[in-house]
């Protein structure tokens, strides 16, 4: 139980609409405090699910902040799986270390299991807060920065030539760079179908965070009329004694196909009076990474992205396919949801699967953190288990599995929340 300033009980309760300011403040506070544009507040206010959000109040101050969107996420085979996508958690600093984000975890994962959704999912201010709550890291995004004055794309897809390239107002193609997304989203494990209300977040301007950069731009890629992808991106202009180095900023971007993706490229390492793309959040495995000459001066690096939590394990196995047959006894530790604890038998192909109870012999003991971790595919079975964070019991156990559990695409997280 979570205790107030005085050691009493504090109040864990759903957040009420007038309380929002308050809370939302609480929330601010605890990243730094810097206000926000008010164009960002008020979209987060529109998006937050109220009956979904928590709040832990000493008195008439907010002391704790947690909410929970009603995402729907791809998994390996394309199904579209219900999922809880944690957000806007912060305890205030004069109330650390008095089990208030633990009350909140508790709270939330329950009310999660009563929505009957399989799945919980973070992405994590600071990586060691989530593990003990049964989160693991499952996606990885990928960041550069090209020297476009030295890069150049080689051996480009046949058909680039026939993508036309245009200008747009961000705001007037909306719907069109929409459609091209919600086209993408059952291809890539980690992809969110978007909800109403969040299109907008591709089109957030605020002066104060672009750091020098352009208003929003935005570039169609067409093909006979239609539009095969689309690119969003920010030009920070600068100029050196030896001439221009600007720098472009890449937000967004999706395409239906190779050579509509290969044309964006190009495009973007082209533009006038630049030397530097910034690339941000990709998939580990986009396809530029092969198009370059010289991958080294693309400074190419990882960051963990999204977390994944099994919250009905029988379910979120199920919900997923394996892109080799598997039949494995998983011994499960699951402190903080019990339920989840115990010997599950896993069968599956790439057709489909079933995950019950079982009393068999275990093949392979792990915790629920390394099952959310390999849930998606992007991280091995195996080389948790080269690590110490999975126990193999039956010999050859750990291999049949993690190749069932891969996946033919890095699973991606498109845009946080």
């Known amino acids: 139980m979570a205790t107030d300033s005085t050691g009493s009980a504090a109040t864990l309760r759903v957040l009420r609409q007038d309380d929002w300011d308050k809370w939302y403040d609480t929330l601010v506070r605890g990243f730094g405090g810097v206000p926000e544009a008010a164009e960002e507040r008020e979209l987060w206010n529109s998006l937050t699910e109220f009956d979904r959000s928590l709040g832990v109040w000493d008195g008439d101050d907010c002391v704790g902040t947690a909410g929970a969107f009603g995402f729907r996420l791809t998994v390996p085979g394309g199904a579209s799986v219900p999922a809880a996508g944690v957000t806007m958690v912060s305890v205030a600093a004069t109330h650390r270390r008095r089990g208030v984000l633990t009350s909140m ?23 060691a807060i989530y593990g003990r709550f049964g989160y693991g890291a499952a996606t990885f995004q990928l960041n550069a920065e090209v020297d476009t004055s030295r890069v150049r794309l080689s051996s480009l897809p046949a058909g680039t030539d026939e993508v036309r390239v245009r200008y747009a107002v961000p705001a007037d193609v909306l719907d069109v760079c929409e459609a091209v997304y919600a086209r993408l989203v059952p291809s890539r494990p980690g992809m969110l179908a978007r909800q109403p209300g969040w299109e907008r977040l591709g089109l957030l301007d605020p002066e104060s965070g672009r750091e020098g950069a352009s208003p929003l731009q935005c570039v169609l890629a067409e093909r006979d009329g239609e539009t095969v992808g689309y690119a969003r991106f920010r030009v920070k202009p600068d100029w050196e004694l030896a001439g221009p180095e600007g720098t472009v900023i890449l937000e967004d971007s999706a395409a239906l196909d190779p050579a509509a993706d290969a044309a964006l490229w190009r495009f973007l390492f082209g533009i006038d009076l630049t030397s530097k793309l910034v690339i941000r959040g990709r998939p580990v495995d986009d396809a530029w990474q092969y198009l370059v000459s010289d991958i080294r001066r693309c400074r190419p690096r990882l960051r963990d992205s999204l977390y994944v939590r099994p919250v009905e394990l029988g379910a979120a196995l199920e919900a997923r396919t ?75 156990a750990v291999a049949e599995a993690s190749m069932g559990f891969g996946a033919g695409v890095a699973p991606w997280l498109p845009h946080g929340f």
Do not use: I
């Open 105 to 127: 975890m508790r709270r939330q994962l329950d009310d999660v299991r009563s929505w009957g959704e399989p799945l919980a999912v973070l992405t994590a201010s600071e990586p």
């Open 322 to 396: 394996y892109q080799a047959p598997v039949d494995v006894v998983f011994e499960v530790e699951d402190a903080f949801c019990p339920w989840n604890a115990g010997r599950w038998r896993l069968s599956g192909d790439a057709k489909g699967a079933s995950c019950e109870r079982t009393t068999e012999a275990a093949d392979v003991a792990l915790s629920v953190r390394e099952l959310g971790s390999v849930y998606l595919g992007g991280v091995s079975l195996s080389a948790l288990a080269a690590a110490g964070r999975v126990r193999e019991v039956r010999r050859g």
